[in-house]
């Protein structure tokens, strides 16, 4: 087989002209502290990617957001800041929280 016969995937255009309502993992597992008593917990994350045309986002970036989660007590304030951290690690892609 060569290059001729063989089409190349990685470079052809995959795209969809339809955005993506939901792009993240589940069932994450990790631990949370909540009234500074460590407990086991699990996380969905995941941003819409509201352009068509963008190729993905950076899904260990989202994942690498929650450590936060590990380090300080559990707050809707804490919240807040980690749902931040998923829209800043993305700046430049059209994404938004789900």
Known sequence: MNALTLPDIAAQASRQALPLDWVGMCG???PVLLDGRQLSAKADVGV??????????HMSRLYLALEMLEQE??????????LQRFLDSHKGLPIALT
């Open 73 to 82: 007590n559990l707050t809707p304030d804490l919240l807040r800041s980690v």
């Open 48 to 57: 819409s990617l509201d352009d068509g045309e963008a190729r993905g986002i």
């Open 28 to 30: 994450i597992a990790l």
